[in-house]
């Protein structure tokens, strides 16, 4: 199964969430149907959606970062669904080529929220990635994956520990 169509149903996942309120094991259990007959894909969608949402206030304060000057609450949710789930990725996905995150990430802003939403997931992304290249909090395992020195552990930008 393609990882997109997988991402598709995390974002529908986290949005659910997010306006129901819903504890994180319902909303997968009604979401992510469909995905569990094939195992590695279901995997994958869950362990994304339960760390994106244990990961949110962390992963906030990190967009809060690069949109210093936007109003947090204006940015559309999906826009910040869709930061969140790439983010995610980018610090606690090591397999996941970053390019794969932002590319994938990109393409949802445009298929689920505005117009201009890829421009301003592109920008965030960007902005991100070049803080956790710059700081040694880009940890990815595997050919291919990053052209420098992973970190020993993986942290965001920004974090305490930089």
């Known amino acids: 199964?393609?990882?997109?169509?997988?991402?598709?149903?995390?974002?529908?996942?986290?949005?659910?969430?997010?306006?129901?309120?819903?504890?994180?094991?319902?909303?997968?259990?009604?979401?992510?149907?469909?995905?569990?007959?094939?195992?590695?894909?279901?995997?994958?969608?869950?362990?994304?959606?339960?760390?994106?949402?244990?990961?949110?206030?962390?992963?906030?304060?990190?967009?809060?970062?690069?949109?210093?000057?936007w109003d947090f609450k204006r940015i559309a949710v999906l826009d910040r669904l869709i930061l969140r789930m790439a983010i995610c990725e980018l610090i606690f996905f090591k397999e996941i080529p970053p390019k794969v995150s932002m590319n994938e990430a990109i393409e949802l802003a445009k298929l689920f929220s505005t117009e201009r939403s890829g421009q301003f997931v592109n920008g965030v992304l960007d902005a991100v990635l070049n803080e956790m290249k710059a700081t040694g909090g880009l940890a990815k395992a595997g050919r291919g994956l990053y052209d420098g020195e992973p970190a020993r552990k993986p942290r965001g930008p920004s974090s305490p520990t930089s």
């Open 1 to 69: 199964m393609r990882r997109r169509i997988i991402r598709e149903k995390v974002v529908q996942a986290l949005y659910a969430h997010e306006i129901s309120g819903d504890p994180p094991d319902h909303v997968i259990e009604c979401v992510l149907t469909g995905l569990e007959e094939n195992r590695p894909a279901y995997e994958f969608a869950r362990k994304l959606v339960l760390q994106t949402i244990s990961e949110a206030l962390e992963i906030d304060r990190i967009i809060r970062s690069k949109v210093t000057n």
